[in-house]
C-alpha cells in the first residue's frame, strides 16, 4: 500500500526525518505515534507530496510520490488545523470540492450523520472549531478511497460525534480500506488502531501491536507503555 | 487550473475591497471627465494615476492573497491537482478581477461620456492596457515575494519596498546617473534603464502615444528617437509582456520546489 524507503527530511538545520523506512500493508488502522517534533506530520505531507524530501522513496499503491499528482485521487487527508476560506458557505466548500475531485453522493449520510444540515447555509468563518473539524471530516470522507490519513481527528469534536467518528472509522476499515491516524489521545488510539508506528527523532523506534508494545516495555496498559519509551530516551 | 481561477476569481468578487478599488475608478473617472471637459488632460491626469497606484494595489492585494489563502492553498495541495495549476490559478484570479476592476470603473464614465464618438478612443485603450499589464506584472512580482517569505511582514516590507523602489526611488537614481555621467553619451544606458522598470516603461508608451513631446522627458526623447514612434510602442510592449512571462515562470518553478 504504502512503501517508504530511506527517508530524509531537514527544515534549515533542524533534522526532521532522518532515514526513516516503513511499509503499511493493506488494510487496517495503524496509528502513527511520537513526541511533539518528532516528524508525524512532516512524515505524512511527505506522503501527500507537500513536503518535498531531501532524500529517499516513497510509493503510495506502486506509484512514485515524485511523479504525478493523479496518485491522490486514492488518498483522503484531513489537516491538523482546519482553516477554510471564511466567506465561503459550508454548502458551496463541499460543492466546490466536489467539482475539482469528482462528484460523490456519500457527502449526504455523511452530513447527516454528523448533523450538520443546520450550518449547511452558514459561512464557514462563522462556525466553531469543533463544527469545522466535522466540515473537515465531511471533506475527507466522502471520496470513498482506499487510503485515508487522519492527522488528529478527535481534536474539538464533544463526545457523541466522537462515538460517531469511531464507528465511521470501523465501517471504513470493513471495507479493507487503509486508515492512517496520528493522535495525541492514547484512549482514543488504543481503541481503533491495530498496529502502531513510533516515531523518536526521525526513525521508526517501534512498529507492531499494542500487546508486543506492551510485552517489550513490560508495562502492564498502553498509556504506560508509551510514557515508558518516552522516558527512557528522554531522561 | 480554470476551476482554481473560476474560485479565486468568484471569492475577489465577493470581497469588499474589489467593489472600493471599482468604485474608486468610478469616482475618478466620472471627476476627470465631466468637471474638466479637456479629454486630453483627463487622459493624462489619469496615467499618472494609474501609473502609481495600479502597482501599488496589484502589490498589496497579490501579498494580502496569497497570505490569506494560505491555509487553503494547503488544503488544495492535498489534492489531485498539480502544483502549476493550484498557484496559476490563484494568481490569475488576482490579476484578471483586479484588472476588471480597473477596466470597468474607468470603462463605464468613458462610455457615458461618448467615448466611441471620441477621437481619443486609442489613447484612451491604450491606458487601459497599459493599466492591465502593471496590474499583471505587480502581481505577479507580489507571488514571487511571497512565496519567497513565509514571515507575512517580512513579506509585506519587501513587497511594499518593491513597489517604493520601482515607482519612485528608481527614478531618482536613474536621474542622478544622467547628471552625474551627462559628459558621456547615455543613450543606450537611459534606453535598457528605462526598459528594466516596467513602470517608466509604462509611462513611456502612454506618452509616446500621445505625442506630447514635452512631457516624454530626456527617457522618453530618446526612445521616440531610437526607435520611432510605432516601433517604440511595439518595443515596449513587447518588454512589458517580458515583464510579465518572467515572474510567472518563477511562481511554477518556486512553487514546485516549496515545502507547505
Not at chain 1, 533534522?15 to 532515514?19: F, K
Not at chain 1, 512514485?64 to 486514492?74: D, E, G, L
Not at chain 1, 488528529?152 to 464533544?158: A, K
Given at each position: 500500500m504504502v512503501s517508504i524507503q530511506d527517508l530524509h527530511k531537514k527544515f534549515g538545520k533542524n533534522?526532521?526525518?532522518?532515514?526513516l523506512n516503513l511499509d503499511i500493508s493493506e488494510g487496517g488502522i495503524f496509528a502513527v505515534l511520537g513526541p511533539n517534533g518528532s516528524g508525524k506530520t512532516t512524515l505524512i505531507k511527505c506522503l501527500l507530496g507537500m513536503v518535498l524530501p531531501n532524500k529517499g522513496n516513497i510509493s503510495v499503491l506502486g506509484e512514485?510520490?515524485?511523479?504525478?499528482?493523479?496518485?491522490?485521487?486514492?488518498i483522503d487527508y484531513l489537516p491538523q488545523i482546519a482553516n477554510f476560506p471564511?466567506?465561503?458557505k459550508v454548502k458551496e466548500l463541499i460543492k466546490m470540492i466536489k467539482d475539482l475531485r469528482g462528484n460523490t453522493t456519500i457527502d449526504q449520510d455523511l452530513i447527516s450523520l454528523f448533523k450538520l444540515e443546520p450550518f449547511l447555509?452558514?459561512?464557514?468563518?462563522?462556525?466553531?472549531g469543533g463544527t469545522k473539524q466535522k466540515v473537515n471530516l465531511v471533506l475527507t470522507f466522502m471520496?470513498?478511497?482506499p487510503l485515508i490519513i487522519l492527522d488528529?481527528?478527535?481534536?474539538?469534536?464533544?463526545p457523541i460525534s466522537l462515538i460517531r467518528l469511531k464507528d465511521l472509522i470501523q465501517k471504513e476499515k470493513t471495507k479493507g480500506k487503509t486508515i492512517l491516524i496520528t493522535s495525541h489521545i492514547m484512549s482514543f488510539v488504543e481503541e481503533v488502531s491495530d498496529e502502531i508506528v513510533f516515531l523518536l527523532e526521525g526513525k521508526i523506534y517501534f512498529k507492531g501491536s499494542i500487546t508486543e508494545l506492551k510485552n517489550k516495555t513490560n508495562q502492564p496498559d498502553f498509556e504506560h507503555a508509551i510514557a515508558s519509551i518516552l522516558t527512557d530516551n528522554h531522561a | 487550473m480554470l476551476k482554481i481561477l473560476k474560485y479565486s476569481f468568484y471569492d475577489l468578487m465577493r470581497s469588499r475591497w474589489s467593489y472600493v478599488y471599482f468604485a474608486f475608478y468610478l469616482l475618478l473617472g466620472v471627476v476627470l471627465l465631466f468637471l474638466n471637459n479637456d479629454l486630453s488632460k483627463a487622459v493624462i491626469t489619469l496615467m499618472n494615476v494609474i501609473i502609481v497606484l495600479v502597482p501599488l494595489i496589484g502589490t498589496i492585494f497579490g501579498v494580502m492573497y496569497y497570505y490569506n489563502s494560505k491555509e487553503f492553498t494547503e488544503l488544495l495541495l492535498a489534492?489531485?491537482?498539480k502544483r502549476s495549476s493550484i498557484f496559476l490559478g490563484q494568481y490569475l484570479g488576482v490579476a484578471i478581477s483586479l484588472s476588471m476592476s480597473l477596466i470597468l470603473g474607468l470603462g463605464i464614465p468613458f462610455i457615458f461620456y461618448g467615448l466611441f464618438k471620441s477621437t481619443a478612443i486609442w489613447d484612451f485603450s491604450l491606458l487601459l492596457i497599459t493599466g492591465t499589464f502593471l496590474t499583471f506584472i505587480f502581481t505577479a512580482l507580489a507571488f514571487n515575494i511571497a512565496l519567497s517569505n513565509e514571515n507575512k511582514i517580512k513579506g509585506f516590507g519587501y513587497a511594499i519596498l518593491l513597489w517604493l523602489f520601482l515607482a519612485i526611488i528608481y527614478d531618482g537614481i536613474f536621474l542622478m546617473t544622467l547628471i552625474m555621467f551627462e559628459?558621456?553619451?547615455l543613450d543606450k544606458l537611459s534606453l535598457i534603464g528605462t526598459m528594466l522598470n516596467p513602470i517608466d516603461l509604462s509611462r513611456t508608451l502612454i506618452l509616446l502615444k500621445l505625442d506630447i513631446s514635452a512631457l516624454l522627458g530626456y527617457t522618453g526623447a530618446v526612445f521616440k528617437q531610437f526607435f520611432g514612434t510605432n516601433f517604440g510602442l511595439i518595443v515596449s510592449i513587447s518588454m512589458l509582456m517580458v515583464w510579465v512571462i518572467m515572474p510567472v515562470f518563477r511562481i511554477v518553478f518556486k512553487a514546485k520546489k516549496k515545502d507547505f
Open positions: 533534522q526532521v526525518l532522518s532515514g512514485n510520490v515524485k511523479n504525478s499528482s493523479s496518485y491522490r485521487h486514492k471564511s466567506n465561503l447555509d452558514k459561512k464557514l468563518g462563522n462556525l466553531s471520496f470513498d478511497s488528529e481527528p478527535t481534536s474539538g469534536l464533544d | 489534492q489531485p491537482l559628459d558621456y553619451p
